[in-house]
T-cell receptor, first 114, second 115 residues
């Protein structure tokens, strides 16, 4: 089983460039989310979606856009990258219906903004 | 304001001994807690959870204890094995910032098992 797949695994950007981090899951999960992990900060929620066509902001949404056109895909867009967005990004999904359902994470995408 | 706190950034334990990882929370509305384990260059994976209606949950070598009055939970690993060396995150579902629906994570504890 593929589970949650993220691409690319590594990316280097210059300040001001744009890019999209891709996330796909094959578990038919309604809920998908993006987290970023920074040293000493744990994992912080950026955006999430409870189903196709529905997205909402998390704790640290500024500088990021998301869309959810299908159940499987949840891309994260950086419109104008800044050095503060250097981080490791994780996409995660879970089955719908309960907050207690465990999250399944992708392997992460390491982004460096110069 | 950090709602889930892991105050020990790292912990070193000898192989075969007990590892105890601690987590404190401030939000009394949290009623479910999860522990995730993360190896370098991999995503976090679910380890064990506990509901607030229980004070203990055990799964093999892993046991989580919950003390609601103290708003404290702990993860016990016994006996500790080299493969347990990883970063452990405590998490709770609920308000992840501005009413967001997600998990609120602690900052993590890096467990190092010494041979």
């Amino acid at each position: 089983n593929a589970g949650v797949t993220q691409t690319p695994k590594f990316q280097v950007l210059k300040t001001g460039q744009s890019m999209t981090l891709q996330c796909a899951q094959d578990m038919n999960h309604e809920y998908m989310s993006w987290y970023r992990q920074d040293p000493g900060m744990g994992l912080r929620l950026i955006h999430y979606s409870v189903g196709a066509g529905i997205t909402d902001q998390g704790e640290v949404p500024n500088g990021y856009n998301v869309s959810r056109s299908t159940t499987e895909d949840f891309p994260l867009r950086l419109l104008s990258a800044a050095p503060s967005q250097t981080s490791v990004y994780f996409c995660a999904s879970r089955a719908s219906g309960t907050l207690t359902g465990e999250l399944f994470f992708g392997e992460g995408s390491r982004l460096t903004v110069l | 304001d950090q709602q889930v706190k892991q105050n020990s950034p790292s912990l070193s334990v000898q192989e075969g001994r007990i590892s105890i990882l601690n987590c404190d929370y401030t939000n009394s509305m949290f009623d479910y807690f999860l522990w995730y384990k993360k190896y370098p260059a991999e995503g976090p994976t679910f380890l064990i959870s506990i509901s607030s209606i229980k004070d203990k949950n055990e799964d093999g070598r892993f046991t989580v204890f919950l003390n609601k009055s103290a708003k404290h939970l702990s993860l016990h690993i016994v006996p500790s094995q080299p493969g347990d060396s990883a970063v452990y995150f405590c998490a709770a579902p609920g308000d992840s910032g501005g009413g967001a629906d997600g998990l609120t994570f602690g900052k993590g504890t890096h467990l190092i098992i010494q041979p």
